[in-house]
Nanobody, 114 residues
């Protein structure tokens, strides 16, 4: 099974930026970022296929950008203009299509202070 390793989380002030990275141990067609805030369900944030087709949820459009480097099996989430509501554990996932997740990363904490 393909393993995922995330990095890049941390503490940032509102209005700041962070970039998350997730590297897969093998090739995966769709790589995605999800987030889970305390007491809430895990939610999809953005997805990207190997061909570069992206999906970004409305709440982060214009602030978050997903990209990938297929040669490195790595997906990135560039997060700008961060808000306290963006505070959550961010998880990377991989699968054959957006609706099927075959592997998860361990999660990385993002905390945005006001």
């Amino acid at each position: 099974q393909v393993q995922l390793a995330e990095s890049g989380g941390g503490l940032v002030q509102a209005g700041g930026s962070l970039r998350l990275s997730c590297t897969a141990s093998g090739r995966i067609n769709v790589m995605s970022w999800h987030r889970q805030a305390p007491g809430q369900q895990r939610q999809l944030v953005a997805s990207i296929t190997t061909s570069g087709t992206t999906t970004v949820v409305e709440s982060v459009k214009g602030r978050f950008t997903i990209s990938r480097d297929n040669a490195k099996n790595t997906v990135y989430l560039q997060m700008n203009s961060l808000k306290p509501d963006d505070t959550a554990v961010y998880y990377c996932s991989g699968g054959p299509v957006v609706s099927v997740i075959s592997t998860w990363g361990q999660g990385t904490q993002v905390t945005v202070s006001s």
